[in-house]
């Protein structure tokens, strides 16, 4: 059985226990979504992330229905239906891109604290990876007011210093695109969150490489 095989009978395994199970907290929901989105993104071949995503928002589907008043669930919700997106890519990833948005909206009118200010740092990435007017509704203006925002809750957070140092990277700014990603490589460790951040940190060291090209 496939890496992905594998993900994917676990997430059906999770939604029968989702649908029977009325125990489970909040908290040990999201912490499922993460496990399973780290095993796709981090653990799982490129070619089977669209898979592998896509069935994962099935999972999602059923925490946010069971939570509606909680913001944990729609910002993972929302960080699951963007990174499948990013893995469908073309025109047709576009009107999965404005779900998440609008996930991650109204995750913030819930709870814009939640998760260390995560609906934050991801609609701030969401704004500057997705193609500006007349395709899409990226603004850089909106990536740095929202990117920012999320910083100021979790400023030593590994995330919210990656997608702020890559987002000035994309945008010319080295010296200020170094000092944030360093700052996310000295970030504690995240507990029962070693996959994604030792996945962040091999991003991270992808981008220095870069700016260190770009200085030769």
Do not use: C
Request: hydrophobic share 40%; charged share 25%.
């Amino acid at each position: 059985m496939t890496n992905i095989h594998k993900v994917i009978v676990s997430l059906f395994t999770l939604l029968a226990i989702a649908s029977g199970s009325s125990f489970a907290s909040v908290e040990e929901d999201v912490a499922q979504l993460q496990r399973e989105w780290e095993k796709v993104k981090y653990q799982s071949p490129t070619a089977q992330h669209e898979k592998g995503f896509e069935s994962l928002i099935k999972l999602a589907d059923k925490m946010v229905d069971q939570n509606p008043n909680r913001a944990e669930p729609l910002i993972w919700h929302g960080i699951i239906e963007s990174s499948y997106a990013g893995a469908k890519g073309g025109l047709g990833a576009l009107g999965h891109v404005k779900n998440a948005k609008k996930t991650l909206e109204k995750a913030l009118e819930i709870n814009p604290s939640a998760l260390d200010g995560s609906a934050y740092t991801s609609l701030g990435s969401l704004y500057y990876q997705v193609p500006g007017w007349p395709i899409g509704f990226g603004d850089d203006k909106k990536a740095t007011e929202f990117l920012k925002k999320g910083l100021a809750i979790n400023p030593d957070g590994i995330d919210p210093n990656y997608f702020y140092g890559d987002f000035l990277f994309r945008n010319g700014d080295l010296a200020g695109a170094e000092r944030a990603l360093r700052k996310a490589l000295s970030a504690p460790a995240r507990k029962g969150r070693k996959v994604a951040d030792d996945g962040r940190r091999k991003e991270i060291n992808q981008i220095l490489e870069k700016i260190a090209e770009k200085r030769k």
